[in-house]
């Protein structure tokens, strides 16, 4: 006997690309070690009450990271991103700020409405002596 579609249990999802209004996609670099950056940044984005949707390292020099938030937390999101040590690029930074001034004029209406952020990294790890900027003694003999 088969089933009529009426009584299946299949259940339309809702294409959740239609419910964000900004989905940003940017680009930093960081001198640093991909996995403490992803590391980081996972902690970061859930200190400021964001949800990481998925994070990966696509080779060994790039970390790349989605994320959501309330609009309301976007100056804090910039916040962190910087504090992580990461150099956004320009298109990154004005995209940033016409979120949070958008956000800001429109506080009371839009605050709670879902941003969207799919952030890739370029690392480019420093050896151990760039980092302290001195040899050691067997190295200097």
């Known amino acids: 006997m088969k089933i009529p ?12 690309e239609e ?8 680009t930093a670099t960081c001198p640093e ?3 403490r950056v ?4 996972t902690g970061a984005v859930l200190s400021c009450g964001g949800w990481v949707l998925s994070r990966s390292m696509a080779g060994s020099d790039t970390v790349e990271i989605s994320f ?8 804090e999101i910039y916040s962190v991103l910087i504090a992580a040590g990461l150099e956004l690029s320009r298109d990154a930074h004005m995209s940033l700020t016409e979120l949070y ?5 429109l506080m009371p209406a839009k605050a709670f409405d879902v941003a969207r952020v799919r952030l890739l990294v370029l690392t480019a790890p420093l050896d151990q002596k760039d980092r302290t900027g001195t040899h050691s003694s067997a190295e200097l003999a």
């Open 101 to 105: 001034q958008c956000t800001r004029n």
């Open 33 to 35: 070690d991909p996995q």
């Open 68 to 75: 959501e938030f309330a609009r309301a937390v976007s100056l």
């Open 38 to 41: 992803m590391r980081f940044l």
């Open 5 to 16: 579609p009426s009584w299946s249990d299949h259940v339309d999802v809702v294409n959740i």
């Open 19 to 26: 419910l964000v209004d900004w989905d940003l996609r940017l």
